[in-house]
């Protein structure tokens, strides 16, 4: 049987997680441009916990946009699983953030400068999306403790 999957694009501008989710990645893409390539460790530290958070901020996008309904059938509550890989992003994100600042903001180099500005830049964006995904953790967990089981709400009736 051939598998039928239908986009749900309205998730992502008329829902704050949506809205969310889209500053996750625009955030998450800075930190990336700004911080690569990598050579010191705070940089390897800093860039593994952007990329890992964005290839999961990805999967969760696809989730709600195509792959709700097939992956819902494993019986597995990923709102629980969301709230907590989100939590463990907010963590990770504060952790590289502060390696990432600590390490720069005192270092001057004429000939390297751009560099080094080019890290610091990373990592105010790094702050900038631990607060986002802060805000995140929150709204999932709201939605979590209001549907703890995770399954899908009925639509309001009109």
């Known amino acids: 049987m ?6 749900k694009y309205e998730y992502f501008p008329a829902t704050w997680p949506g809205r969310i989710k889209l ?15 990598a050579y010191w460790d705070t940089q ?20 709600y946009l195509c792959l709700a ?3 819902n059938k494993l019986q597995v509550n990923w709102l629980m699983v969301e709230f907590w ?4 992003a907010t963590f990770g994100y504060f952790t590289a953030f ?16 751009y560099w080094i500005d080019a890290n610091i830049a990373a990592g105010v964006f ?9 805000a995140g953790a929150y709204l999932i967990y709201v939605d979590w403790k209001a549907n703890p089981t995770g399954a899908t709400a009925p639509p309001p009736a009109v």
């Open 2 to 7: 051939p598998l039928m999957l239908e986009l």
């Open 23 to 37: 500053l996750e990645l625009i955030f998450a893409f800075f930190c990336l441009v700004c911080s690569a390539p």
């Open 44 to 63: 390897h530290w800093f860039l593994f916990v952007v990329v890992v958070s964005f290839i999961g901020t990805i999967f969760f996008s696809l989730y």
């Open 69 to 71: 309904e097939p992956l």
């Open 85 to 88: 890989f989100t939590a463990i």
């Open 98 to 113: 502060i390696a990432m600042l600590a390490d720069f903001s005192g270092a001057e180099d004429e000939e390297y400068q």
């Open 126 to 134: 790094g702050l900038f999306n631990d607060i986002v995904y802060g």
